[in-house]
């Protein structure tokens, strides 16, 4: 029996699909199997990896349609083909443990409702994307916690926690979710188990407001890989973004719009950041579907100056910052204007270089290790974790 189809949506970055694959290929068992979307405009690049180095029945590959599909479209053929009781989506420059199945079934033993597992993640920048040194991330502990819905929700929908980025935790997107689950969205969202072009947030909207029970494990199970051609490689240079920005609308055109006119914090406008762009998937979810907002407007303007806070460069900050005043002062008539107050730039500045550990996190010099690919910083940060069969076995200490 199928345990856990990965889905892995890609575009036009085929070099780095392949050795995603090859490393899933690596892992023994039969217990998973990997769907590959190629959305490309060469489908020959993958078709002939399949055809020459790829025999092995645990993977299938869908190829590109007569046109390119927005993200949001590629994610749902996936989903429609996964066989696996559990679904997991991961980016094409990212990796994940096959051995998470282990996880699912001691999940299921313990809490037989269970229908969506998050877990922590490794973060690795490819050697091709380290225009300035940095920290690649490495979590170290192993506790399971039992989420409580209603604080997630409060994090998710209504940014209670006041930070650039809500941490929802949970989603199809380095998470796994039941497939029962997953129908069961569904059935009851239109038809479709993804509708919005930020399709990674707008997963963990339905899945924190649907799963019965949702359980995460702090030890990591996939790694946050970014490469040159990623979003979050494009997000460092202001030209990079625009261009990406205008790519990623002209092929969402005919989904939800991400220039929304009740929320006018648009996807195209100078000084956008991920804060904007997730708050406003969250917006449009919460309106769409009847879910409380009462407090996000406060709790964005706080989630905007933490945006523009940790903005290290002082050219940028003032783009963010105007950004955000612009949307502010169109919001609503200006209501929710005087709740924004950023603190002055402090400075030029470089991000820290210092290896250790940090709040159950431990950071590395990219340039200290050997690694080439985000699979292989798995392998060199799981010798800093519990092994898989341990925190699957339940037990809190182990011996060599």
């Not at 990965?6 to 998973?32: H, M, V, W």
């Not at 650039?164 to 479709?192: T, V």
């Not at 603190?343 to 590395?364: C, H, T």
Request: net charge neutral; hydrophobic share 40%.
């Amino acid at each position: 029996m199928i345990q856990l189809s990965i889905c892995l949506p890609t575009r036009n970055r085929q070099s780095y699909c392949i050795e995603t694959i090859r490393a899933l290929a690596a892992t023994k068992g039969t217990d998973f199997e990997v769907i590959v979307g190629d959305n490309s405009d060469d489908g020959s690049v993958l078709a002939d990896f399949f055809a020459r180095e790829l025999q092995d029945p645990r993977f299938r590959l869908i190829g590109p349609e007569a046109a390119v599909l927005p993200m949001v479209g590629n994610w749902e053929r996936l989903a429609g083909a996964a066989r696996g009781r559990w679904v997991s989506v991961i980016g094409d420059d990212d990796y994940i443990d096959p051995r998470l199945v282990l996880m699912l079934k001691y999940y299921e033993r313990l809490y037989p409702e269970v229908e969506a597992v998050g877990w922590s993640r490794m973060h690795f920048n490819w050697p091709d994307n380290r225009p300035e040194p940095a920290l690649s991330v490495v979590p170290v502990t192993h506790d399971t916690y039992v989420a409580v819905k209603s604080l997630l929700q409060d994090r998710l929908y209504r940014w209670s926690e006041g930070n650039r980025r809500p941490s929802a935790g949970f989603g199809a997107y380095h998470g796994a979710i039941r497939r029962s689950l997953m129908e069961r969205i569904k059935r009851k969202f239109g038809g479709r188990y993804f509708e919005h072009p930020t399709v990674d947030f707008e997963s963990s909207c339905k899945v924190i407001l649907e799963a019965r029970m949702l359980v995460h494990c702090q030890r990591p199970f996939s790694v946050l890989g970014a490469c040159a051609a990623s979003n979050s490689a494009g997000a460092r240079r202001r030209e990079t973004t625009t261009e990406r920005a205008k790519a990623f609308l002209a092929e969402s055109a005919g989904t939800v719009d991400m220039n929304d006119p009740v929320f006018p914090f648009p996807l195209n406008g100078a000084g956008v950041s991920n804060c904007a762009v997730i708050a406003s998937t969250t917006s449009w979810f919460c309106r769409t579907y009847g879910i409380d907002l009462t407090g996000f407007p406060e709790n964005f303007a706080r989630a905007a100056m933490d945006e523009c806070n940790v903005t290290t460069v002082e050219e940028e900050y003032e783009l963010k910052k105007s950004y955000f005043e612009r949307g502010f002062e169109a919001w609503e008539g200006g209501k929710w204007r005087a709740f924004f107050k950023p603190a002055p730039f402090w400075g030029n500045r470089s991000v820290n270089e210092m290896s250790g550990v940090l709040k159950d996190q431990l950071y590395i010099r990219e340039d200290a290790t050997p690694s080439q690919t985000p699979a292989e910083f798995y392998r060199f940060g799981e010798n800093a974790i519990l092994p898989v069969d341990i925190v699957a076995s339940g037990a809190r200490v182990f011996a060599r």
